[in-house]
T-cell receptor, first 113, second 110 residues
Framework: DAGVIQSPRHEVTEMGQEVTLRCKPISGHDYLFWYRQTMMRGLELLIYFNNNVPIDDSGMPEDRFSAKMPNASFSTLKIQPSEPRDSAVYFC???????????FGPGTRLTVL | QQPVQSPQAVILREGEDAVINCSSSKALYSVHWYRQKHGEAPVFLMILLKGGEQKGHEKISASFNEKKQQSSLYLTASQLSYSGTYFCGTGAINDYKLSFGAGTTVTVRA
């Protein structure tokens, strides 16, 4: 099992640019979570999906953030336009079956200049 | 609400013990413990679902007191590999919206 895959691992962009983060969950997992980690706010849940359907997006900070899951093996988190305060590590995690734990991906470190 | 973890940081020598506490102002139904090494993703350690239940992972164990709305993680005879940041996540049994604490950074020195 390859685990949760995220790309890119590092992203440096300039303020105002569009950023797209990608995630491939573990095959067979039916829940997918997007988290943001910063020193100030710790690990925050942004949105989660069940069977490709967004269930709760109350953690999405603003309309500049959007997430999609077009199929069971792919999800994107998009920031448009990006701002310096969006700089953080973004984690994708998945869970499935009877397990209640989350398997985290390696994260994407985003830096917005 | 985010659970409160204490202490924020602890430094140990190999073989020493430590306790990390996690408390919530809301009723707890489950507590998840994760460890994150620097620059890596959080890794699941254990989950506690019942009051007073203890579980273990290597020489790391945890307890969960529903009445006090708190959980404690015990690092026994610490090893260098125990270094990292430990997070507790709290929520309901079927609540997928885990709230994570700010983390406790553990440094184990030889």
């Amino acid at each position: 099992d390859a685990g949760v895959i995220q790309s890119p691992r590092h992203e440096v962009t300039e303020m105002g640019q569009e950023v797209t983060l990608r995630c491939k969950p573990i095959s067979g997992h039916d829940y997918l979570f997007w988290y943001r980690q910063t020193m100030m706010r710790g690990l925050e849940l942004l949105i989660y999906f069940n069977n490709n359907v967004p269930i709760d997006d109350s953690g999405m900070p603003e309309d500049r953030f959007s997430a999609k899951m077009p199929n069971a093996s792919f999800s994107t988190l998009k920031i448009q336009p990006s701002e310096p305060r969006d700089s953080a590590v973004y984690f994708c995690a998945s869970r499935g079956g009877e397990t209640v734990t989350r398997d985290f991906g390696p994260g994407t470190r985003l830096t917005v200049l | 609400q985010q659970p409160v973890q204490s202490p924020q940081a602890v430094i140990l020598r190999e073989g020493e013990d430590a306790v990390i506490n996690c408390s919530s102002s809301k009723a707890l139904y489950s507590v998840h413990w994760y460890r994150q090494k620097h620059g890596e993703a959080p890794v699941f350690l254990m989950i506690l679902l019942k009051g007073g239940e203890q579980k273990g992972h290597e020489k790391i164990s945890a307890s969960f007191n529903e009445k006090k709305q708190q959980s404690s993680l015990y690092l026994t005879a610490s090893q260098l590999s125990y270094s990292g940041t430990y997070f507790c996540g709290t929520g309901a049994i079927n609540d997928y919206k885990l709230s994570f604490g700010a983390g406790t950074t553990v440094t184990v020195r030889a």
